[in-house]
């Protein structure tokens, strides 16, 4: 129990720090992410789900693919435990939220748009710990 509450701990301190592609705000700061959007479930010897539900500022919020991506790089880099990651906006606070629910956790497209220049700089920019 104690190590499922300190790996629910990590997960958050990971994801509040990430800051909002189009604004100068955390996503925590946002609202987008809070602690109790962080689940974290033992599903092994020393693995766990990770499972993030993220609410977009907007109904419409066409970056909410892009939030995403930004919380699964950081979680996956930043993780230091082994683990399995979902992610998936919160149940309906999104018009599209299947169809970047979807994306966000296929690992095919996850790693295409990785290798895109300018997504990757723009993730790289949000996901970077603040000076």
């Known amino acids: ?3 499922i509450v300190a790996r629910l701990s990590r997960a958050s301190d990971i994801i509040r720090t990430i800051r909002d592609p189009e604004k100068p705000n955390t996503l925590e700061e946002l609202e987008v992410v809070t602690e109790n959007c962080v689940e974290v479930q ?3 010897e020393d693995e766990y789900l990770v499972i993030i539900r993220f609410t977009p500022t907007v109904p419409h919020c066409s970056l909410a693919t892009l939030i995403g991506l930004c919380l699964r790089i950081k979680l996956q880099r930043c993780l230091p435990f082994r683990h399995k990651l979902e992610i998936y906006i919160s149940e309906g606070t999104h018009s599209t939220e299947e169809d970047i629910n979807k994306q966000i ?3 095919e497209r996850v790693a295409a748009a990785m290798e895109n220049p300018n997504l990757r700089e723009i993730v790289e920019q949000c996901v970077s ?3």
């Open 1 to 3: 129990r104690y190590l």
């Open 129 to 131: 710990e603040p000076d």
């Open 105 to 107: 956790n296929d690992k």
């Open 42 to 44: 033992e599903i092994g």
